[in-house]
């Protein structure tokens, strides 16, 4: 089957500009993670999504950061403006049920963000 | 949430079995323990998780103790393509609110030497 698939796999920005970045996760997967990436940490969620609703956003810097999922599939994470610190991997996953804990997730390759 | 601890590295040779602990001595009886291992320039990729009894897969197998406070993730041959971060999660998804979220820690950065 498919992966996950995220674009752009790279990009470069100057501070206060703004991005976005895309996500397509596995056919019939209805729980979308966002993690943010920070060079030698590990990921860190940002937002979970079960279909098009959210399921926390606890974690998500919600006066720069913005992301959706309409329809209950592909997935969009917006940062404006970008500041310095937003330099990281953002990485999108997917599952096929929140609710089983045995159900594994699959992550895409990332979007490294730099911010210049 | 609830938390494992790692040791920050480890070293293995080559063609030698490795084994890999976690702490969790917080762990509820719904949690499910999960192992992830993220390749340099990769996303996390999934091993092998397990609620109460050891587990085999293709890629490794998972100890866990009879209490489920601690567990090792066993890698029977190391081979340089195992090199990675490792991830012990608990992953709960019983009862209301809760919402099967990955919560990664540290990690364990394994080096494999020739």
């Known amino acids: 089957e498919a992966g996950v698939a995220q674009s752009p796999r790279y990009k470069i920005i100057e501070k206060r500009q703004s991005v976005a970045f895309w996500c397509n996760p596995i056919?019939?997967?209805?729980?979308l993670y966002w993690y943010q990436q920070i060079l030698g940490q590990g990921p860190k969620l940002l937002i979970q999504?079960?279909?098009?609703?959210?399921?926390?956003d606890s974690q998500l810097p919600k006066d720069r950061f913005s992301a959706e999922r309409l329809k209950g599939v592909d997935s969009t994470l917006k940062i404006q403006p970008a500041k310095l610190e937003d330099s990281a991997v953002y990485l999108c996953?997917?599952?096929?049920?929140?609710?089983?804990?045995?159900?594994?997730?699959?992550f895409g390759q990332g979007t490294r963000l730099t911010v210049v | 949430d609830a938390k494992t601890t790692q040791p920050n590295s480890m070293e293995s040779n080559e063609e030698e079995p490795v084994h890999l602990p976690c702490n969790h001595s917080?762990?509820?009886?719904?949690?499910?323990i999960h192992w992830y291992r993220q390749l340099p320039s990769q996303g996390p990729e999934y091993v092998i998780h397990?609620?109460?009894s050891n587990v085999n897969n293709r890629m490794a197998s998972l100890a866990i103790a009879e209490d489920r406070k601690s567990s090792t993730l066993i890698l029977h041959r190391a081979t340089l393509r195992d090199a990675a971060v490792y991830y012990c999660?608990?992953?709960?998804?019983?009862?209301?609110?809760?919402?099967?979220?990955?919560?990664f820690g540290q990690g364990t950065t394994l080096q494999v030497k020739p």
């Open positions: 996953a997917s599952s096929s049920s929140r609710r089983r804990g045995d159900t594994e997730a699959f």
């Open positions: 999660i608990l992953r709960d998804v019983a009862g209301s609110g809760n919402t099967g979220k990955l919560i």
């Open positions: 917080t762990i509820s009886g719904t949690d499910y």
């Open positions: 999504f079960q279909n098009n609703g959210v399921v926390d």
């Open positions: 397990g609620l109460t």
């Open positions: 056919s019939g997967h209805a729980t």
